[in-house]
């Protein structure tokens, strides 16, 4: 299924979070404490269910969502009322939670996807409690009881530290029983200084590793993705729920098609499509802002339109290529060789496109 299909309403919970991850993006330690405004929440809800019948919802936070379990449980149960029952929860979480956290989680929550940037070693450096101390046992405790209790994934971050080391972390998944384990690589930050960090590691590199990983993963029957490769088992000439536009709702009241652009302020203007009203108690959408959003497919993008793997690869993350380029209809030139790299080995690996189980 191309990740397109894969369509859920996102709710960023909140800006707070427990860990202070040396690489965190999005500068939460910085932010004062936000948290989703839940009128909103049933607003976008309600407009989202009706429109669609598509009873998915995720959620996701600019800091951790579990740190806002009240606003959670509140989304949940309205999103149960609205559908019957029949809502599908989805939640990326850095899984340090309090034991009510985790039971709850557990008992409410169709799927996990908890961040784990292994090997051990690596997540020690890296995931680190206001205190400086390692976050490590606390999350793969959590993912060893959460696994009973539900369907859980490994969230994995790539750096330059871990990124000839992917299949390690495949191995710690096999020992754990995590069938699922998707990746991403963290990138230098795109800024006129051209500074380079102790993490940011090369796209090209980073597939190298992905490759090798992923055939042991596929021996070992788990599944192993990351952003450039989840459009291959499909046809599909967009790359992401972002050009539905699928809403993401801000917690300073804005509708956001991607993850990225996660606040009314962000510099990737062009992805915010709708504003939330206290006082009408409505949400504004702007035509011109879909329109864009929505015509963001290969056949609008010149560097895609001729590409030979254009209907597997979709262009590309919307959110990285606004932020690289400034534009979203133009692609990362970098990644292309390494999305084209990776298309032409496991293809050759499996003789046709492979199926690729998500749980949605
Ligand atoms: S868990 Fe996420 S939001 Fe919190 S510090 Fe780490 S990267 Fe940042
Ligand atoms: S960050 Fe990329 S993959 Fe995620 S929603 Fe945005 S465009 Fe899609
Ligand atoms: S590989 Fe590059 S040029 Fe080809 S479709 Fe993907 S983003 Fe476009």
């Not at 400034?326 to 970098?334: E, F, H, L, R, S």
Request: with cysteine; net charge negative.
């Amino acid at each position: 299924m191309a990740h397109y299909n894969k369509k859920l309403i996102t709710f960023f919970m909140t800006t707070k979070c427990n860990l202070r991850c040396t690489y965190c993006i999005t500068s939460a330690t910085d932010r004062h404490d936000q948290f989703l405004d839940l009128d909103f929440a049933r607003a976008a809800l309600e407009e989202y269910f009706e429109r669609t019948g598509n009873y998915k919802v995720r959620f996701y936070a600019v800091g951790e969502p579990t740190q806002n379990l009240e606003g959670i449980k509140a989304v949940h149960q309205m999103a149960q009322e609205m559908s019957g029952g029949l809502t599908y929860f989805e939640m990326i979480s850095n899984g340090v939670y309090s034991p009510e956290t985790l039971e709850w989680v557990g008992n409410n929550v169709d799927r996990v996807w908890i961040s784990y940037d292994g090997p051990r070693d690596n997540n020690d450096r890296y995931r680190l409690t206001p205190s400086g101390g390692t976050s490590t046992e606390k999350v793969l405790d959590t993912i060893a009881k959460l696994k009973d209790m539900t369907s859980v994934g490994i969230g994995l971050t790539v750096s330059k530290t871990n990124c000839h080391r992917q299949t390690e972390v495949i191995d710690e998944a096999r020992e754990m029983g995590i069938k699922s384990v998707f990746s991403k690589a963290v990138l230098d930050p795109v800024d006129k200084t051209g500074e380079k960090t102790e993490w940011g590691v090369n796209i090209m590199e980073y597939a190298e590793g992905y490759l090798e990983a992923w055939r042991h993963a596929r021996q070992h029957g788990i599944s192993y993705l990351n952003d450039l490769v989840f459009n291959f088992d499909g046809r599909c000439p967009i790359y992401c729920r972002a050009c539905g536009p699928t809403p993401h709702i801000t917690m300073d009241g804005y509708v956001s098609s991607c993850d990225r652009a996660y606040s009314g302020d962000t510099p990737l203007q062009d992805l915010i499509y709708g504003k939330w009203d206290p006082e009408q108690r409505k949400i504004e959408y702007w035509p011109d802002r879909i329109r864009t959003i929505q015509g963001r497919s290969v056949y609008n993008m010149p560097e895609c339109r001729e590409c030979e793997v254009r209907y597997q690869c979709g262009g590309q993350c919307l959110g990285t290529t606004y932020q690289f380029t400034g534009d979203m209809y133009k692609v990362v030139d970098a990644f292309c060789p390494a999305i084209k790299y990776l298309h032409k080995h496991m293809n050759l690996d499996k003789g046709e496109y492979w199926p690729v189980e998500y749980e949605t």
